[in-house]
């Protein structure tokens, strides 16, 4: 197992103080929302045995899929259902706050979807979940995420008896 | 801003009763976020998963994160000790 260093949240706290000063000073829409309760749920059944979804945060859409919406102040909290069975190929990225060259080369730098049909073929995870979730993660005022986006996707999920989930930002 | 967007899904996830695990590369914004477990790699935004045509890398970044899901027994963010371009 790789050896990993655990984070003190109380390293970090002044950094993020600053990032949420200078995002309200660029975006007038811009609000601090910050996850309340801490949630923390363990696996359920061994991962040999539970289904597994992937949230893309990037921008990932399908070619055939309205883009995201990247040139308002506002952002865009919609997402995108991704079928399991997608042609790679056809995946997009539409972000403009990161730089998405080497999304567009491999985009599983982004969607690791064909690494994790590996890991079902391994037999380290059970399944794959038949939908996946694009999002575009640029949204200076979080509320309609919070309150629309995660119950819809949580929703979506639980509908395709989903055990794990593995988000990817951009 | 992404990181955040992640945060609030990923608690509603864990909240609706699914275990789930994300990559990050602002780590201070996902502590804000408390989201339930996190690995923090120094990559530039944009190459979560590692470098483009790096399948090797990108698996080695998916096991690490169901290690962490079978490890963990408490929220957590930990640091990968990976680099940019000299990973390993």
């Known amino acids: 197992m790789t050896d990993v260093r655990r984070l003190d949240p109380a390293e970090l706290g002044a950094k993020y103080e600053q ?4 995002i309200s000073k660029n975006h007038h829409a811009s609000n601090p929302r910050v996850v309340e309760r801490q949630q923390f749920t363990p696996l359920r059944r061994p991962l040999s045995e539970s289904r597994v979804a992937l949230v893309g945060s990037a921008g990932v859409h ?10 308002t102040v506002a952002g865009d909290p919609t997402y995108r259902l991704l079928p399991d069975d997608l042609d790679m190929s056809t995946l997009r990225f539409t ?9 567009q080369k491999d985009p599983n730098v982004v969607f690791p979807l064909d690494r994790l049909h590996e890991a079902v073929a391994a037999g380290r995870i059970g399944s794959a ?8 993660g640029f949204n200076p ?15 979506v999920l639980e509908t395709e008896d989903v055990d794990v989930v593995v988000l990817v930002p951009g | 801003m992404c990181h955040r967007s992640v945060g ?11 275990s789930t695990v994300s990559v990050c590369l602002r780590p201070d914004i996902s502590l804000a976020m408390k989201v339930p477990r996190a690995i923090y790699l120094r990559f530039p935004l944009g190459n979560p998963m590692g470098e483009p045509g790096r399948a090797d890398q990108q698996s080695r970044i998916l096991e690490d994160l169901f290690d962490l899901l079978e490890t963990a ?3 957590q963010v930990v640091e990968l000790p990976y680099r940019w371009r000299r990973w390993l």
Do not use: C, K, N
């Open chain 1, 129 to 136: 979940s038949r939908v996946h979730i694009g999002m575009m």
């Open chain 2, 8 to 18: 609030l899904v990923q608690s509603e996830l864990e909240a609706a009763g699914m």
């Open chain 2, 73 to 75: 027994d408490e929220p």
């Open chain 1, 95 to 103: 972000h403009t706050h990161y730089d998405t060259a080497s999304a």
């Open chain 1, 141 to 155: 005022d979080p509320t309609p995420i919070a309150e629309e986006t995660a119950p819809a996707v949580a929703a």
């Open chain 1, 62 to 71: 399908l070619v055939d899929q309205p883009p995201f919406h990247v040139e």
């Open chain 1, 19 to 22: 990032w949420i000063e200078l």
